[in-house]
């Protein structure tokens, strides 16, 4: 079995944010310590990914896809599933490729996640930027006053903190929240975030792109 590869998400990060949000994202590159970086030095992003632990059981499924039931329609998706190892954003995220049960599996839940993440930017373990963000894949559903709670705790977190986040990328299977962290009112409770849609095809798009750059580059330096 080939290596685990966890810059399969970080593509699938950037590629997602290019697509979504536009070209200034298409210059980040995948680098260490943060994911993603742009090479001005004006931005860096580090990504990771939450999931409650009464969750992964339920959720993961592949260590091998033999006699599974798959609907003639969706059958392309599993097979690419299956050979590729991954399956996010494929089968409606419902299913957990082999290689990629490895990152699900060790994944925190969100607060903690980001309470680690949060300390590390301070510390200043992520390098010299002008600006971070954080991204977060998520197995799990959020809504929006769900997302609301996860800023104001992300920036009551980091109000006495001279290096923080300022941005933060929450990626359901279906939805891109990107969320202004130096835009929450403690007093009044506002937050500030926008909502994207994936739909089923950008999220093929996004998934083969990533396997193809991933072979490419035949797995990046770091991993």
């Known amino acids: 079995m080939r290596k685990f590869d ?11 944010l290019e697509t979504v949000l536009g070209e200034k994202y298409a210059a980040l590159v995948n680098e260490d310590r943060p994911d993603l970086q742009m ?3 004006s931005l860096g992003i580090e990504v990771t990914r939450a999931m409650e632990p009464s969750k992964d059981v339920a959720l993961t499924m592949i260590k091998e896809m033999a006699g599974l039931q798959v609907a003639e329609s969706e059958r392309d998706e599993m097979n690419q599933i299956v050979q590729s190892g991954y399956g996010y954003g494929l089968q409606e995220g419902k299913y957990v490729g ?7 599996s060790l994944a925190l839940p969100l607060r903690r996640i980001i309470e680690s993440k949060v300390s590390k930017v301070a510390s200043g373990f992520y390098g ?12 799990d559903d959020l809504t929006e006053e769900e997302v609301a709670m996860t800023l104001e705790y992300t920036s009551e977190l980091q109000r006495h903190l001279d290096v923080k986040y300022s941005v933060m990328y929450l990626s359901l299977i279906d939805k891109l ?11 009044s409770g506002l937050t500030s975030f926008s909502s994207y849609e994936i739909s089923k095809a950008m999220c093929k798009e996004f998934f083969l792109k990533a396997l193809r750059q991933g072979s490419d580059a035949n797995l990046c330096s770091k991993c």
Do not use: H, M, S
């Open 6 to 16: 966890t810059c399969f998400f970080e593509r699938y990060a950037q590629i997602t």
């Open 128 to 139: 010299d930027f002008q600006e971070y963000g954080l991204y977060i894949f998520c197995k």
């Open 39 to 41: 090479p001005d030095g």
């Open 98 to 104: 082999r290689l990629e049960y490895e990152y699900w």
């Open 177 to 187: 929240y990107v969320c202004d962290l130096t835009g929450v009112n403690r007093t």
